[in-house]
Structures are given as structure tokens and as C-alpha cells.
């Protein structure tokens, strides 16, 4: 079966640090990757996603991801968090015989510290 | 432009309970639809998806299901309510066709507290 992983679960940083959060997917096909946010008391959006292409894509807010399929994994990253990034990240897949079926990681919590 | 409407935002049942949430979107035709329940440190857990009107993908083998009775429209069901029901709700849709660009977009949610 499909599966997205997370394994932070909640990373601590420093304004200005720079962010790497990891996420790996175990499916062997094509799949099409996303980046979500969700901001303390707001809905999950989109930060970024990746279908084709290049494989280092760029979404809102300064976000990155880079799409290394040799190591199934769709990297989020920032080089340099504010303040405002506080929030719950979650990456997600969308893969299988059904391209309709989308599965989330279990989300890494991030707090910034002013 | 398209909305997705859920309710009811809060629902606190007893065990043994029947349960019912809706989820409605607007301003689009033949969306994928899909139930997801979001607990604390364990992301969304992917319970239902629907690709069209009474075509139902089932992830999670439980008390509950799902149903699409028109095409923007999406239920999600107990027949009777276990204590581990409880949590966070959410409902999604994405376009499909020409329109497509895998984007999701989540209702408010529900929380559904089961006593």
C-alpha cells in the first residue's frame, strides 16, 4: 500500500535558521507530490506541488521542494523561517491505480522562535 | 468561484448514535470528493474518496461510509457510533477534467466528539 512519512514530527528553530523538512513516499509509479500549510486556526492550503518537470519546484512564501525520485522523497525547504511560518506541515501523494486517491504524511509541526 | 460547505461544525453523540455529515461545494461540476479525519500527530488519515455520483472508494474498513447522492454532494456515516469515531473531520474536493490542477480545497471541518 501507498504510504507518505513524515519523521519529524516537530521541529524547533531560530528566525533566519534555514529549514529542511523531509517527507518520503513508497510507491514505484508515477506520482504527483504537494506541499500543505495549516496556520494556527486556518484551513490546510497548498505551499507548492510538483507533477513533471524540474524537480526543484517553488511555491508561496519563499517555500521550495526537490523532487528525487532515486530516494522516493519531496523535500520541503526555507532558507531563512520568520516569525509567521509557525505552523503544521504536511506533505502528500497522489499515486496508485486510481490517480483520484491523494494520502497525507502525518504532518511535522513547526514553531519558530522570535 | 467554487466553495465547499460542511456541517455540522461541532456534533457530540453517544455511543450507539447514528451520524451524518454533509459536505456541499459550489461553483464547479464533477469534482473528486473526499472524507479525511485529522487527529493530532497523526496527519489526515484518507477515509473516502469519490470520483463521480454513487462511486465510492473506501480506505479505512470501519462503522462508517460514505455516499454521493449528486454530484456536489458528500455524506459521511454511522449507523452506530463507536467512542473512536471521535475527532476531526474534514471534507475536500479537487477539480477534475479540464479544469484539473490537484490542488485540494477543505471545508471548516467538524468535530465530532462521541460520548
Known amino acids: 500500500a501507498q504510504s507518505v512519512s513524515q519523521h519529524n514530527h516537530h521541529v524547533i528553530l531560530s528566525e533566519a535558521a534555514s529549514l529542511e523538512l523531509g517527507c518520503n513516499y513508497s510507491?514505484?509509479?508515477?506520482?504527483?507530490l504537494f506541499w500543505y500549510v495549516q496556520y494556527p486556526g486556518q484551513h490546510l492550503q497548498l505551499l507548492l506541488k510538483?507533477?513533471?518537470?524540474?524537480?526543484l519546484v517553488k511555491g508561496i512564501k519563499g517555500f521550495e521542494a526537490e523532487f528525487i525520485k532515486s530516494k522516493f522523497s519531496f523535500n520541503l525547504r526555507k532558507p531563512s523561517v520568520q516569525w509567521s511560518d509557525t505552523a503544521e506541515y504536511f506533505c502528500?501523494?497522489?499515486?496508485?491505480?486510481?490517480?483520484?486517491?491523494?494520502?497525507f504524511g502525518s504532518g511535522t509541526r513547526l514553531s519558530i522562535r522570535p | 468561484s467554487q466553495t465547499i460547505h460542511q456541517w455540522p461544525a461541532t456534533l457530540v453523540q453517544p455511543v450507539g448514535s447514528p451520524l451524518s455529515l454533509e459536505c456541499t461545494v459550489e461553483?464547479?461540476?464533477?469534482?473528486?470528493l473526499y472524507w479525511y479525519r485529522q487527529a493530532a500527530g497523526r496527519g489526515l488519515q484518507l477515509l473516502f474518496y469519490?470520483?463521480?455520483?454513487?462511486?465510492i472508494s473506501s480506505e479505512v474498513p470501519q462503522n462508517l461510509s460514505a455516499s454521493r447522492p449528486q454530484d456536489r454532494q458528500f455524506i459521511l456515516s454511522s449507523k452506530k457510533l463507536l467512542l473512536s469515531d471521535s475527532g476531526f473531520y474534514l471534507c475536500?474536493?479537487?477539480?477534475?477534467?479540464?479544469?484539473?490542477?490537484?490542488?485540494?480545497?477543505f471545508g471548516e471541518g467538524s468535530r465530532l466528539t462521541v460520548l
Open positions: 461553483g464547479t461540476s464533477n469534482p473528486n
Open positions: 502528500a501523494v497522489n499515486a496508485g491505480s486510481s490517480a483520484s486517491k491523494i494520502i
Open positions: 510538483y507533477f513533471s518537470g524540474d524537480p
Open positions: 510507491y514505484g509509479g508515477t506520482v504527483n
Open positions: 475536500a474536493w479537487r477539480a477534475s477534467g479540464r479544469v484539473y490542477t490537484g490542488e485540494l480545497f
Open positions: 469519490s470520483v463521480g455520483i454513487g462511486q
